[in-house]
């Protein structure tokens, strides 16, 4: 008998958020996986405004998009959750309105299992009133929770009223999932823990392909102390360059797509490996195909030959991981990089041809004990060196080393509620860091934009 699976991408509650190249990757490669087993599969995206089913949410206008696959999410005003209600900062629902939700519900037939994801470990209010409306519409069918918060708070994972959360990689679970949950005995005809061999995401589900994430490796071989990669996937693996290139001409071809995001935590780590050979391949594409980093790129890898590859290879938005100018917070982070790494990469990406605005380099700011002046002087220092300051908020993740740090410097009660891990918080700021203090440094690094071709 064919069984059915409905897949659920969560609404986001926050103060604020903005849809920065975020489509739901892993839920959509366990779509893929259980295409490949003959389940039919369906999707049910809170975060997509735009028709669904054939039917549009008339509760909701559909902000336009921008170019590269990037856009406002609609947002509702709601009531902040208790936790956070002192603070008196407007708080809101990002995606369709919970009535089409309900509609959406309506037209899928009885599932056999529902499957849903979760991302940022704050966001954990929109992952349980999906659940909770899931198990009003479809009592008595089992409702899986995995993701990114499955994995860092499992424990607090499991208030949202899951039957199950599957903390970890999906392929992990695949023997529970097949076997207990959806009573399937079948054999893989893939090897799960073969990047390569997995069978492509079901995005063909998503109705609006106006990009789409690539993933060339899982997890990262440094260990930056901030930083939860090593905790989600505690080993470095990639994919071969030609399997990634053959499902860039897959999308490109199939839906269309023009533009890519790169999802990887260290694309750039070991080039010759995967990054080189693929960037050199994506230069014999047709025109016309774009590719995104939002997520930093490891600016030691920068070599003129790489800075070369990536502008030929149409890499359009560029984010560098820096963090910090100051000496011994590079060195006790990780050492991932130095400032002299910065200025050697800024200068190799301008001579392949970027402007100094398309060079986004992220500079962390919130650290515990770090103080404003070294933020300052991190976007000074990225300024100075012709690229473009962007501060990236401090948010504290369980399972990483600076985790005991951070819930010593934090007033707020980061261990029992994720709420508080929200980095529009600045949660470990010192007390210098004031709210006028931070509008200022983000003044600093707006205004750090060159002129053009500068
Ligand atoms: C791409 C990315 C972004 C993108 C897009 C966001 C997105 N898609 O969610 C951008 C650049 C916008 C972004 C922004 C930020 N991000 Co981010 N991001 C990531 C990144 C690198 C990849 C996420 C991803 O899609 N991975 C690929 C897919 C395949 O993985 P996945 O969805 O987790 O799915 C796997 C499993 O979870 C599981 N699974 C998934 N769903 C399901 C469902 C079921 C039922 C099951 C069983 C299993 C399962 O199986 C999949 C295969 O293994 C992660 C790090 C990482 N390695 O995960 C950080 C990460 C999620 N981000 C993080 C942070 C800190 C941020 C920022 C706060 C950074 C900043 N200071 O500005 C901002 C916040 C944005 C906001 N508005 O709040 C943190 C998490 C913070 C937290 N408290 O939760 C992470 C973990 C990185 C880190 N530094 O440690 N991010």
Known sequence: MTRRCLLVNPWIHDFAAYDYWLKPLGLLQLGGILRALGVEVTLVDCLNPRPQAGLKDPFVKVPPRRWGGHGKFPRTPVAAPSPLRGLGRPYARYGISPLFFRELLRRVPRPD??????????????????????????GGVPVVLGGVYATLCPVHARTCGADLVLPGPVEDHLDLLLGEVLDLQVCLPFDPADLDALPYPAWDLLGYPDQLPLLTSRGCPYGCTYCASRHLYPFFRRR?????????????????????????????????????????EIKNLPDGLFFHCPNGLHLREITPQIARALREANFATLRLGFETADRRRQRDTGGKASSEDLARAVAYLREAGYDGNEIGVYCLCGLPGQSAAEVRETIDLVRSLGARPIVAEYSPIPGTTLWEEALAASPYPLAEEPLFQNNTLLPCRGPDLTDETYAELKRRARQSRHPVGA
């Open 113 to 138: 299992a529902v499957f849903v994801t979760s991302s940022m470990t704050y966001w954990y209010p929109g992952v349980r009133e999906a659940i909770s409306e899931i198990r009003a519409h479809f």
């Open 240 to 280: 071969n360059p030609a399997g990634v290139l053959k499902e860039i001409r897959h999308w490109a071809e199939r839906l269309k797509v023009r533009h890519f995001s790169v999802y990887d935590d260290a694309f750039l780590v070991a080039p010759e490996t995967t990054a080189l050979p693929l960037l050199e």
